[in-house]
């Protein structure tokens, strides 16, 4: 199993990114992804949660109405477009799924967001 993220990099407050997680290993489209976050001195949290289809996504309440996630089963391929950022969001982004009872998260990538 593996994921990886791209997509990171430095966007000035207001701006727009999209981060891509691709994957193989996996039955990809029959599992539910989700992304977190971890900022410098913080915890890591949750920010959204898709279902297999990709009919279903789930947000904090920190991102919602910003972010959307989004699930390309036939690239095996994960999604998260992020508008309207702000500096908060500056954090290294992971991508997350279980397989097999195992939990397996991306090597993470990095988002800033300043002027």
């Known amino acids: 199993v593996q994921v990886v993220e791209s997509g990171g990099g430095l966007v000035q407050p207001g701006g727009s990114l999209r981060l891509s997680c691709a994957t193989s290993?996996?039955?990809?489209?029959?599992?539910?992804m989700s992304w977190y976050r971890q900022a410098p001195g913080k915890d890591r949290e949750w920010v959204s949660r898709i279902s297999s289809d990709g009919g279903v996504a789930n947000y904090a309440d920190s991102v919602k109405g910003r972010f959307t996630a989004s699930k390309d089963n036939a690239k095996k391929t994960m999604y998260l477009q992020m508008n309207s950022l702000m500096p908060a969001d500056t954090a290294v982004y992971y991508c997350?799924?279980?397989?097999?009872?195992?939990?397996?998260w991306g090597q993470g990538t990095q988002v800033t967001v300043s002027s």
């Open positions: 997350y799924t279980e397989v097999n009872g195992r939990t397996y």
């Open positions: 290993g996996f039955s990809f489209s029959s599992k539910f």
